[in-house]
């Protein structure tokens, strides 16, 4: 990830009358980096998008892009931006090459080598001499992001771009976008509600909840709650007994459920709690790691932040 902020929205708000859609958001997001939105539907995302992008107006606070201030430096601060917010605006019955051609024609300088470029990018190379009407929901998807990266961009903002993808499509999608942040080194802004993809394509990830921004998690902190919320799940005949071993020995938390302990660690201390165990003549009739679904762990950010608690799990 490089050290250039290309995107800085500092303390926005947006309000629709009286309804406030966009509350004090800040965030920024650096040259190669992934930032992934995300928070349930009518959370904020789409408007803040629209706000980057100029398409509604910011009540307050302020976006720049690549230094460029929304509004008042709007043109620069656009041509820093690629988009695809909502469905693009295709011609079904031209094909995939036509209908980039025509959006290249749109700017003054976007070469035939820009577009090739883009297409092959995108994995559209061998499809773009068919007609758009033949193409499936994620080639259509791949085409409108050809579409928005046509004038290189060093921002590219896409709303909710995995939304009715298969999970082939949607592993498509991630691998070129990982190759536009990561080797072409372009901002991207995602949405999504999907926490597990979001956790597979992004390197920072923004939790948004009622127009705020509740948290901003690295993956690595992400990953770090997610493997904090396991549990190794031991069946024994003695469950009061063995749970005091555990506590006494090995100094973790643990719960009791019927014939189960419920230890509060990682699957590495599956062989030091057996050993302990055994040691004491308790008998072990089975083992499992159990762990929280991400998006029990999302609602508990969500959850915790809203009630003012600065936990997360
Ligand atoms: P979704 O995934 O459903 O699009 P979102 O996170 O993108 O959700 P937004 O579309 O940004 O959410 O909506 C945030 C809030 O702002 C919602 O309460 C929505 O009803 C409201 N809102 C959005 N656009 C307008 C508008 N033009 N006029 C009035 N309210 C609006």
Redesign the pocket.
Known sequence: MGNKIVLDVSNVT?S??N?V??NNVSFTIREGEIFG?L????????????MICGL?SITKGQIRVCNYDIPKDQEKALSYIGALIENPLMYPNMTGWDNLKYYASLYNNVSIKDIKKYAKIVGLEARLKDKLKTYSLGMKQRLGIAQALLHSPKLLVL??PLSGLDPNGVKEMRDFLKILAHEYKIAILI?S?MLSDMEQICDTIGI?NN?QLLEIKSITSLRETIEGAKRIQVKVDYPNFAGKIIVNEMRLKVDLAGNRVLVYTSEDKISEITQKLVGYGINIFGIEVATKSLEQIFLEIINNKTKGKTNIV
Do not use: C, L, W, Y
């Open positions: 947006k629709f009358g309804r859609a966009v939105f928070g349930p539907n009518g959370a904020g995302k789409t408007t803040t998008m629209k509604t709303d909710e949405s509600h948004i127009g």
